[in-house]
């Protein structure tokens, strides 16, 4: 990376730790072999996963037999709930209700709308202005005819946390499956699968130092569920295809790091938050910076800060911010190339152009104090041009 870059979009994408990177170029290198094959190559294959699959169940509490490895967040999103949903009908052909909440990611989102067209019904829960689901809510939307609940951890445009503890009991209660994207949480809140009512959770490696297209969904011994995928026996038949050896390999590495590095990953992230907006706030004042999303440390995830500035488009900005060395985005990922104002922030309140206003700022390994501070200045000056013409 260019020494001086400043890349603050760690929600979209972090880059590989070195000991990640190690373990992906070991596997990669050293033992290319199929983890199906007999010979000593193969056997070392399955046996980098299983090391990976013993450190990513040591990480969330859960038995290493209940993971299985996935071709990222997206894909273990719609293992999880096209696998459980048909699993649920199968059994009782009236269990056909799907309720989510209108700030999951797309990968939820459309996934939901997708089984919708296929017939069950789907019921999409509003949130309040943090970008929180209300437990009255949910309590009135799930009943006896519900498949599947499906409410991520922690949002991935404003950080707010969800009541998936709560939510988890009351799916529980009618016999519903749990499902959690738990893709941000992951590596900045504590996940213990022996206490959180979730019977189905989804993991992406590239969120915590891993690499881009590996993922994890996490399946409780018992849940009604099957497979997304036909083909060979991998992962005990439950994800068909050869597996991504050196991609496990690394996310495990990644994954065991994380959670070694926990509370100093969330007070660093933390910092560096603070530090930019505060830095923002006092350069540009209240009246021109707003935050999205809960302001109370204990109700959001800490590495990401999703702020509108009044007056300036964030397309302008992130241009600006951009050839001054600066990463940061619109939005989530997926939606700022697209122009369209974020369903998140929509489903708070927001109106269509403050949606347009609004820039995540997002941290991780290797944003320091004076990145922040440095950030602050450079935005505060961007922002005090912009609004000048
Ligand atoms: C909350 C959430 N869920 C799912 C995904 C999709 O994960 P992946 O990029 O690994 O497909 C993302 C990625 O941005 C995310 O933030």
Redesign the pocket.
């Known amino acids: 990376m260019e020494p001086t870059y400043i890349y603050m979009d760690h929600?979209?994408?972090t880059p590989m730790h070195p000991e990640a990177l190690q373990a992906y170029q070991l596997a990669a290198l050293q033992t290319p072999g199929n983890p199906s094959s007999l010979h000593r190559w193969g056997r070392q294959a399955r046996s980098r996963i299983t090391t990976a699959r013993d450190s990513l169940a040591r990480a969330l509490g859960c038995r290493p037999d209940e993971l299985l490895f996935t071709?990222?967040?997206?894909?273990?999103?719609n293992a999880a709930l096209f696998g459980a949903a048909r699993a649920q009908r199968a059994r009782d052909p009236q269990r056909i209700g799907i309720v989510t909440t209108a700030v999951?990611?797309h990968?939820?989102l459309h996934a939901a709308e997708r089984l919708a067209a296929e017939g069950f019904a789907l019921t999409v829960l509003p949130v309040d202005a943090a970008g929180r689901v209300s437990v009255a809510d949910a309590e009135a939307a799930i009943g006896p005819a519900t498949a599947v609940v499906s409410v991520?951890y922690?949002?991935?445009e404003t950080g707010t946390l969800q009541p998936v503890a709560q939510l988890g009991e009351l799916a529980r209660l009618h016999g519903a499956v749990m499902h959690c994207?738990?893709?941000?949480a992951l590596g900045y809140a504590r996940i213990d699968l022996g206490a959180l009512p979730v019977d189905l959770l989804?993991l992406?490696?590239?969120?915590i130092g891993g690499p881009?297209?590996?993922?994890a969904l996490y399946v409780r011994t018992g849940t009604p569920w099957e497979p997304l995928l036909y083909g060979g026996s991998q992962e005990r038949r439950r994800r068909a295809g050869t597996e991504n050896v050196p991609g496990i390999a690394a996310f495990g590495a990644a994954a065991q790091l994380a959670a070694d590095t926990l509370d100093a990953r969330r007070e660093q992230a933390e910092a560096v938050r603070e530090a930019l907006l505060g830095g923002l706030l006092a350069r540009l004042g209240p009246g021109i910076v707003s935050v999205h999303g809960d302001p109370d440390c204990q109700g959001r995830l800490p590495h990401i800060l999703n702020i509108g500035i009044e007056g300036v488009s964030n397309e302008t900005l992130l241009m600006n911010l951009d050839l001054q060395g600066i990463a940061a985005s619109g939005g989530?990922?997926?939606t700022s190339g697209s122009l369209q104002p974020s369903h998140v922030l929509t489903a708070m309140g927001l109106a269509p152009h403050l949606c347009k206003n609004s820039v995540r700022f997002s941290f991780g390994l290797g944003n320091t104090i004076e990145q922040a501070d440095k950030t602050a200045e450079i935005t505060a000056t961007i922002v005090a041009r912009l609004r000048k013409r």
């Open positions: 929600a979209a994408t071709g990222g967040g997206t894909e273990a999103d999951e990611h990968a939820v991520m922690g949002n991935n994207d738990a893709v941000q989804s992406s490696a590239h969120k881009q297209g590996v993922g989530s990922a997926c």
